[in-house]
């Protein structure tokens, strides 16, 4: 189960996916997210506007069993595709694979406002994680085939225009032999006089 939460403190509005658990965050870090948001919004992990940050971090205390208790804490945020999740590691923990794209967000306290806000729109989805996956991967290689594809076509006409021009730079086409004529070929009147 994934809870979807909808951030509208910015227009337009963030949807923030939660895992019910830690076995279901295992899910979300081992297929990705239900939607590729990064993409889609053309993000970077700096783009991420303020108020969807602290609308995240606020889930994240709020459901965190320790970080419930505690004030004064930080939360860790990196882009999906940095995770590092290895075999050896308990379920719940992960690591990253660059640590200069992962960013801390200080939260202070509890905002009851901002959890109670976010909670009004929390949704239960039961998406199939592996299913979505396959298909935003398909998806992914008919992108690059397809601008691979793209690509070459263009290489193709680049080098047509390119041979092109070289045959109107060398006059090849203009020096055949079906094309000249000598004096020999009758043609060596003397009328010019």
């Known amino acids: 189960m994934v809870f979807y939460f909808t951030s509208e403190v910015v227009s337009p509005p963030y949807t923030?996916?939660?895992?019910k658990d830690k076995y279901e965050n295992e899910d979300l870090i081992k297929y990705g997210w239900p939607e590729d948001i990064w993409s889609f919004r053309g993000l970077t992990i700096?783009?991420?506007?303020?108020?969807?940050?602290?609308?995240?971090?606020q889930l994240v205390k709020n459901n965190s069993i320790q970080g419930c208790k505690m004030n004064n804490i930080s939360v860790v945020y990196?882009?999906?595709?940095?995770?590092?999740?290895?075999?050896?590691?308990?379920?719940?923990?992960?690591?990253?694979?660059?640590?200069?794209?992962?960013?801390l967000v200080a939260v202070e306290k509890k905002i009851?406002?901002?959890?109670?806000?976010?909670?009004?729109?929390?949704e239960e989805r039961f998406p199939d994680l592996a299913a979505e996956k396959e298909s935003r991967d398909r998806e992914e290689r008919t992108e690059?085939?397809?601008?691979?594809?793209?690509?070459?076509?263009n290489e193709r006409e680049e080098m047509k225009k390119k041979k092109e021009l070289d045959e109107?730079?060398?006059?090849?086409?203009?020096?055949?032999?079906?094309?000249?004529?000598?004096n020999e070929d009758g043609n060596d009147s003397d009328d010019f006089m």
């Not at 923030?16 to 895992?19: D, L």
């Open 78 to 103: 990196t882009p999906w595709t940095n995770l590092k999740k290895t075999g050896g590691m308990d379920v719940g923990q992960i690591g990253f694979h660059r640590q200069k794209e992962v960013r």
């Open 168 to 182: 109107l730079k060398s006059y090849s086409s203009l020096m055949k032999s079906d094309n000249m004529t000598t």
């Open 144 to 153: 690059k085939k397809t601008q691979i594809q793209e690509m070459k076509r």
């Open 16 to 19: 923030i996916y939660m895992g």
């Open 112 to 122: 009851n406002e901002i959890v109670n806000r976010l909670e009004k729109t929390k």
């Open 46 to 57: 700096d783009g991420i506007p303020k108020e969807v940050l602290i609308d995240c971090a």
